[in-house]
């Protein structure tokens, strides 16, 4: 039997798709062990997996932000994107590392697969592919490769392919690599040299580049929602996003959603399941905002009291939970703080946006809605409730835009990623049978 090794930063985004293909992977007859934070140990081994702890640093919990992010309001733009960075993907390398290698040591793995931020995979990453099994990694985000058609991820620029733009495009990955990123590139290095006890080659890419050097990127998105890049890397395959909404439908429905039946359009609110302490940034600014709109809108809180939301409009209903396969097929507009998943969730749909991004890899999610023309990019965390409702407004009655939300549900219909997946891990295995390509 095949035996895999699945390595997660213990982020709920992060996991849950690796949660989703090591089921599937496990109900075809394949062993999966993953390593991830201890709060998520319940949640693998109801998958069918076998679970390993994160131990010490990488062992963090995202819901206790004072637990790894003590500092972050001492911090403002980039120093705080800096900041984040290495207290969640950097410093925790060497117990990452330490805890990858004892799997290792302890057993055969016919492949090791992680999300494409997990770091502590680097040791591993550098060794010769004769003295390794085969590394995956499971792209969780938008595609965040240094390219020449493009500005450095983070910046949530869009492309150019000209003369010009690919000189713009070369200053500002240099500036992001050697100056504004120097000393991460640098707490890398260190971090990964003290713990695998061999410095890194001269030549190592960017720390924030690390996905070009695994053997396979299992991109769970389509690619016709990634720019056109000329230069990916050649491991890089699209496989199709994972549904992980699926429990939602085993939620007793709110006893107001026959209500939605009128035939007015339906907006659903959200700022996702962590993102919700402050529901002033987009929630209560949307229900202010819409309150005169001629529709339902819909608020799920994430778990969070609907209480915490004040008293709502007339036009507004709210629930902590709401069964996503079923609220979807009814929208004509989501508003969103910029997920990657929960976009593609809606774009599965054919349902137009209108996001608000927050922080992580949201802006750049929101700039791939504004440039392919499937909704609108606030292009802040805090809009006035009056821009919030033009942007509504302007989506629900723009066909040209769900036309091409539909279009992209219809490619997005196309892939199968978990047989994908699988295919990609079955050919692995037989390569470890037979020895390194």
Known sequence: MPHYLFASTPLYGHVAPLIAAGRHLAAAGHAVTMLTGSRFEANVRGAGLGFAPLPGRADFDERELESYLPDRARYRGVALSQ??????????????WRALRGLLDGGRFDAVATDHLFAGAVPLLVRPRGQRPPVFAFGIGPVAQLTRD????????????????RLRNRALNL????????????????????????PLPAGFPFIL???????RLLQLGPREFEYP?????PGLRFVGPLDTSAAASTRPLPPWWDALDDGRPVVHVTQGTLDNRDFSSLVQPALHGLAGFDGHVVVSTGGAPVEALGPLPANARAAE???????????????????????????????????????EDKPEVAARVQYFGVGINLRTARPAPVRIAEAVRAVVGNSSCRRRARALGDAIGRYRPLEDIRREFEVAAALAQTGPA
Request: net charge neutral; no cysteine; proline share 9%.
């Open 321 to 359: 939970f709401l069964p996503y396969d079923r609220l979807l097929p009814r929208l004509s507009a989501l508003v969103t703080n910029g997920g990657y998943g929960t976009t593609l969730l809606a774009l599965r749909h054919g349902v137009p946006l209108v996001v608000a991004p927050g922080a």
């Open 175 to 198: 500036l992001a690599t050697r100056l504004v990123f120097r000393d991460t590139q640098q707490l890398a290095r260190r971090l990964v040299h003290e713990a695998s006890g061999a």
């Open 229 to 233: 890049l000329t230069d990916f890397a």
């Open 83 to 96: 900041y984040q960075i290495q207290n969640t993907f950097i410093h925790p390398i060497p117990d990452q």
């Open 150 to 165: 493009a500005p450095p991820a983070g910046m949530a620029m869009q492309p150019s392919w000209g003369v010009a733009g």
């Open 209 to 215: 580049d690390l996905s070009r050097l695994f053997d």
